[in-house]
């Protein structure tokens, strides 16, 4: 895990991703997804970093999908530090992020509240 790369403005996690180590992320400027993600735009046009951070409860861009939203609330109700702190020991427990290109432990719920409480506890 390379926590200081933390998350992205949607709630992803960079500090996991297996295509951390060639790519910058959403909030540098060379972010190779800038002209399309609407996550990025609108976080930037309401002055803020990330979409936890938000007063809105949407579901724009990658709002849309169930990671990315759940790991939003998570980060809105409980800290991010508290996400990243769960997301490491996660993985330490053998959870892995990106088993296969960019799905993994974590792409396999339907349940927003039962993915928050994946990522609390660790255990399905």
Not at 23 to 52: A, F, P, Q, T, V
Not at 74 to 80: R, T
Request: with cysteine; hydrophobic share 25%; proline share 1%.
């Amino acid at each position: 895990m390379k926590r200081e790369l933390g998350i992205a403005r949607c709630g992803l996690a960079c500090c996991l991703c297996s295509e951390n180590d060639k790519c910058n992320g959403c909030k540098s400027d060379d972010c190779h997804d800038k002209d399309w993600c609407e996550n990025r735009k609108c976080s930037l046009s309401k002055s803020i970093e990330y979409c936890y951070k938000c007063e809105e409860n949407c579901n724009k861009g990658l709002l849309g999908k169930i990671k990315p939203y759940a790991f939003t609330l998570f980060a809105k109700q409980y800290g991010e530090e508290e996400l990243l702190d769960c997301l490491e020991r996660n993985e330490k427990n053998g959870i892995v992020y990106h088993r296969e290109g960019i799905v993994g432990d974590y792409d396999d719920f339907e349940d927003v509240d039962k993915l928050i409480e994946f990522i609390r506890i660790g255990k399905k």
